[in-house]
């Protein structure tokens, strides 16, 4: 079974979907690499990496993807609205895709990606269970975005992050205030903390209090009522506006004496809430910095817009997109990794085994004989509920031979 790699189009993005490390445990699964010339190149991994593991080199898009029987992708279509569409005309029927394709925020595209008679795996669309933690790319490139706003935010801000006692005197150290304690918002708190910055964090998720203090964060308690702030997957859900309302007023003290705030809040499929307002801006000290992790889904902060820098008040607002492909090389590896398990949870017997009886597999699954399957994505499609599929025969060898 031939696994390809082709190099990935969307603009600036210069992660690659498996590095040479993860190959051999392929090659024991009965996975042969396919990998297009250069593919790996910006995240630190030549064609000679690839070769000395097993891979074999396609000179061209085209020889992947007809020569694959499983496609892999860092953003596959959905997730590469701008040129991701060229791929459909390449994709074969039975054909087996799995990487991003945003399904929650782009279904008209999971519904052409069906027609293309493929079978789609999202796994952005893991349940957060403990047997789908060594798959989690969300989590990965989460914590990869957490560390990296953080070194924005200390690079810009016209102050030192930690305490420092010198001869000179004493330099107070920097506040900083996470709005969001997913694993991007814990992720720049370890790294705050680090840099020696005294660190605030807040989560309408009350279950994540430990985990913001375990970090060496003070945990902001908002005297807010919280009902179902989780849904069984563990995200937040949506509130009310009247609570983000409220929210907003409670928060503005904290904004207002930070040096840097750094928003992560994200509800999936929905707009990104807006926690931080316009004249919430204008109480932080000038020189004060926001990074917003949300900007590429409307921003926590009402001034911010997206892969722009903005000053407003004095203060420097960065809406920065795909932080994850600024870091490629230890993003690709991470996102490998979790692929690489990924893509041998579905292998049975040296085949492609689609088990709806799995819960990852289930919740994972876009498309399937010429359908969009996943419940998710229908309801967003105003699509009736899908029947259950045939699992009687192994999903690679449904594609007609090439």
Known sequence: MIVGVPRETYPGERRVALVPAVLPSLAKAGLEPLVEAGAGAAAGCPDAAYTEKGARIASSRAEVFSAADVILQVRGYGANLETGREDLGLIRH?????????????????KDIASTGATTFAPELLPRIARAQSMDILSSMATVSGYKAVLMAA???????????????????????????????LQAIAT?????????????????????????????????????????????????????????GVM??????SDVVITTALIPGQPAPLLITGKMVASMAPGSVIVDLAADRGGNCELTRPNETVVEHGVTILGPVNLPATVPVHASQMYARNLSAFLQHLVKDREIQVDTSDEIVRETLLTRGGKVVQPRIREALGLAPAAAPDERTPEWKRSPSR
Not at 102 to 108: G, I, K, V
Not at 252 to 257: D, G, T
């Open 94 to 110: 039975g054909q087996v895709l799995i990487g991003q394709f945003d399904p929650l925020y782009a279904p008209e595209a999971v």
């Open 192 to 248: 705050a903390k680090r840099l020696g910055a005294v660190v605030e964090a807040f989560d309408i998720r009350p279950a994540v209090k430990e985990q913001i203090e375990s970090l060496g964060a003070k945990f902001v308690g908002l005297p807010l009522e919280v009902a179902d702030a989780e849904d069984a997957a563990g995200y937040a859900r949506t509130q009310e506006e009247a609570f983000y309302g409220r929210q907003r």
């Open 155 to 185: 690079t810009l801000l016209p102050k030192l992050f930690p305490m420092l006692m010198t001869a000179a005197g004493t330099v107070a150290p920097s506040r900083l205030f996470v709005v969001g304690a997913g694993v991007a918002g």
């Open 252 to 257: 503005a003290r904290v904004v207002a004496q």
